[in-house]
């Protein structure tokens, strides 16, 4: 029996076939490389966010001598003037394309956290006041109370100084889920660490 199908027409299906694998794997891997440089650089926004608001509650305290909580989260959310560090939407930490806090009202409304109850704010924008107690230079390893970190008792004593951390965390969607399993979302967290300094 003799085979009257061109062999031409054979190979280009087999072309077809084989760009169509290929191509799959390369959109895949070009989504993946995309969706990493972006996590990367929103990441580095977000560092950049808590040093700045480290930096500058480290410095400046409210006039009874505490910390001033609504300046250092403001200096973090607007690190890059206008709220943007990067592909890091400061203003939208839970990325739900609402302002976590309405600058229409003259009060500034605080969205709330559904999960916690809490102003949104204050779960993505985290200040701690540790206490160095061996001097070391590193209050992140000093046990406290319940594996925690040993909280600062007076932020204002010269002789046993304190440190500021700052912890930023953002909501990345992704723009090419890579996984199921990774879902849509991931949260993307940074911290900084600075001595007080007054």
């Known amino acids: 029996m003799r085979n009257d199908m061109p062999t031409h027409t054979r190979a280009k299906g087999q072309a077809v076939v084989e760009f169509a694998l290929t191509a799959t794997l390369i959109f895949f891997m070009l989504a993946a490389a995309v969706d990493l440089g972006l996590i990367f650089f929103t990441l580095q926004g977000l560092h950049n966010a808590a040093e700045e608001g480290a930096t500058y509650g480290s ?31 400061l203003l939208d930490l839970n990325a739900d394309g609402v302002s976590d806090v309405n600058p229409d009202t003259p009060s500034g409304t605080k969205e709330i956290n559904s999960a916690t109850g809490n102003p949104v704010i204050n779960d993505y924008i985290q200040i701690n006041a540790l206490w160095d107690m061996d001097g070391d230079g590193n209050p992140l390893n000093d046990p406290g109370p319940n594996g925690g970190n040993v909280p600062c008792p ?45």
């Open 154 to 198: 007076n932020i204002t004593d010269p002789i046993n100084r304190c440190h500021l951390q700052i912890i930023v965390s953002a909501d990345y969607n992704f723009l090419f889920p890579l996984l199921p399993a990774f879902g849509n979302q991931r949260r993307l967290t940074s911290s900084y660490v600075i001595q007080m300094r007054n």
């Open 59 to 89: 410095r400046w305290l409210t006039s009874a001598s505490a910390l001033d909580y609504d300046g250092i989260r403001d200096r973090v959310r607007h690190e890059a003037g206008t709220g943007t560090a990067g592909f890091a939407n």
